[in-house]
């Protein structure tokens, strides 16, 4: 079990363009969670899906924020533009929904916007 | 909104010593807390859970403790051991909203040889 994998672990791009962090889920998991770790707020919870439908969405900060999961094994979190006050570390989790089966995270995209 | 809440976000201890991490939440509805450690560059690993049916839960040198009356929970580590030194997030969840986390800002724990 190779864990949840996300891509790139870093990322710095300028103020304006456009950013796609990826994840792949375990296998087998049915919900997938976008997070973001800001020194502020700690972890705050995106985005998630269950079976590749967004389930709640009310945690992304604005319209520049957009979230896709095409198919069980793969989902990505799009910023355009970036702005720097996106600057954060973004984690995917995936699990499989009940109680003892918490939530496993990948290590993490940290993004700098310039 | 904060639903969980840290309030300490550092806390130093001595090695061998008790580590005492602090958690408070506002939903009444949370029916399932648990703690992650997360070390640097790394994503949050599980550490321990208590289900809200229960008022403690031990595993090994780490034990968690709820108060549903007060809305409080607190993680002992005894004794503590320099490798324990991370980042530690509370979180709650109420799995009829399909187990999505609801995580504290985190409390840095430093352990000193």
């Known amino acids: 079990d190779a864990g949840v994998i996300q891509s790139p672990r870093h990322e710095v791009t300028e103020m304006g363009q456009e950013v796609t962090l990826r994840c792949k889920p375990i296998?087998?998991?049915?919900?997938l969670f976008w997070y973001r770790q800001t020194m502020m707020r700690g972890l705050e919870l995106l985005i998630y899906?269950?079976?590749?439908?967004?389930?709640?969405d009310s945690g992304m900060p604005e319209d520049r924020f957009s979230a896709k999961m095409p198919n069980a094994s793969f989902s990505t979190l799009k910023i355009q533009p970036s702005e720097p006050r996106d600057s954060a570390v973004y984690f995917c989790?995936?699990?499989?929904?009940?109680?003892?089966?918490?939530?496993?995270f990948g290590n993490g995209t940290r993004l700098t916007v310039t | 909104d904060q639903q969980v809440k840290q309030n300490s976000p550092s806390l130093s201890v001595q090695e061998g010593r008790i580590s005492i991490l602090n958690c408070d939440y506002t939903?009444?509805?949370?029916?399932?807390f648990l703690w992650y450690k997360k070390y640097p560059a790394e994503g949050p690993t599980f550490l321990i859970s208590?289900?809200?049916?229960?008022d403690k839960n031990e595993d090994g040198r780490f034990t968690v403790f709820l108060n549903k009356s007060a809305k409080h929970l607190s993680l002992h580590i005894v004794p503590s051991q320099p490798g324990d030194s991370a980042v530690y997030f509370c979180?709650?969840?109420?799995?009829?909203?399909?187990?999505?986390?609801?995580f504290g800002q985190g409390t840095e724990l430093s352990v000193k040889p």
């Open positions: 989790a995936s699990s499989s929904g009940t109680e003892d089966s918490p939530l496993h």
């Open positions: 296998s087998g998991h049915d919900y």
């Open positions: 899906f269950n079976n590749n439908v967004p389930i709640d």
């Open positions: 939903n009444s509805m949370f029916d399932y």
């Open positions: 208590i289900s809200s049916i229960k």
């Open positions: 979180a709650a969840t109420d799995y009829n909203q399909g187990g999505k986390l609801i």
